[in-house]
């Protein structure tokens, strides 16, 4: 299985995503923002950062980049486009995914360890895992999840909502959510559930002498599903 | 030719920021102020010459990157 993570500048998770994709047997390729053409893929990640210095807002400038235009074709020819954190800012400024990232309610940057439920697994991402609530790393100032309400009842309708924060059991609650996102929303999927956008870092859950293992479950998972 | 354009959240749009401005300035003995909302601002110095021209291509460069429309809204302050 073929992987490419696409780096701009101020990404920083685009290495560590590099080293949990060949832990688990993706030939990954680094791919620069300013390059036109995207290698061949079956997956397409947009890591972690600040991109432009988050300038204007979170992922917009990336969002016009040059290779964006590529992944943006990629992601409409069906192909698999994962956003992780800057990666799902960038994804809600291409229109890929529906809504926006705002600034967290309490105005903290939160970097801190996050369970999420799995509210769909009718897609390649999270088919066949056997968990229902993974743990994971969260690390941001602008992961406030929020949309329109037309465009929430669009989500719910179409089942788009991928992972919502929630506690070890599985209970999401308002208390559980870390920065005000509506619905306790922690990533989404496009209509077709081939482009997935998300705050929590799975590639920062790989290692268990460093972190937990439930990345790993994920990744794992995920080369599966695509062969 | 210079315009500026304002954007300023949508009102239903949580702003944490202008809250945050709110309370301070209520701490500061401010404490006639309803509400505050933050927004942004931009001085675009445009070659383009013709008004209506400058105006329609800054309202595309709104829609296009300025603002995101989901939480924003736009106004652009006729050019001078």
Redesign the interface.
């Known amino acids: 299985m073929k992987s490419s993570v696409i780096t701009f500048p101020g990404s920083n998770c685009d290495r560590d995503m590099d080293v949990a994709l060949k832990k688990f047997g993706f030939k990954n390729k680094m791919v620069w923002h300013a390059d036109a053409e995207l290698p061949k893929s079956d997956l397409v990640v947009l890591p972690g950062g600040f991109s432009y210095g988050d300038y204007?807002?979170c992922g917009?400038m990336a969002s016009?980049s040059k290779i964006m235009q590529s992944v943006i074709n990629f992601a409409n020819s069906g192909g698999m486009v994962m956003g992780i954190c800057n990666g799902f800012q960038i994804l809600v400024?291409t229109g890929l995914v529906p809504?926006?990232l705002?600034?967290?309610?309490?105005?903290e940057f939160i970097c801190k360890n996050v369970f999420v439920k799995i509210n769909d697994k009718k897609n390649k991402y999270f088919k066949n895992v056997d968990n229902e609530v993974l743990e994971f790393h969260i690390a941001h100032n602008e992961g406030?999840y929020?949309?329109?309400n037309d465009?929430l009842k669009e989500i719910e309708d179409n089942n788009q909502i991928a992972i919502n924060y929630c506690d070890e059991s599985g209970k999401i609650e308002d208390q559980f959510n870390p920065n005000?996102s509506i619905k306790n929303i922690a990533g989404i999927f496009n209509k077709e559930k081939n482009v997935l956008g998300m705050m929590p870092h799975p590639e920062r859950m790989i290692d268990t002498s460093l972190s937990g293992e439930d990345g790993s479950l994920f990744f794992k998972n995920l080369i599966n599903n695509l062969k | 030719m210079k315009i500026s354009v304002i954007i300023t959240l949508k009102k239903d749009v949580l702003d944490p920021q202008g809250k945050v401005i709110h309370q301070t300035l209520d701490g500061m003995g401010f404490n006639d102020v309803n509400e505050v909302r933050q927004g942004k601002y931009f001085e675009i110095d445009s070659k383009e010459t013709d008004n209506d021209k400058a105006k329609a291509k800054v309202e595309e460069m709104c829609k296009k990157l300025l603002a995101n429309l989901v939480i924003e809204n736009y106004k652009i302050i006729d050019p001078k």
Request: charged fraction near 25%.
């Open positions: 204007l807002r917009s016009k400024e809504g926006v705002l600034r967290n309610k309490y105005l406030n929020f949309c329109t465009q005000g």
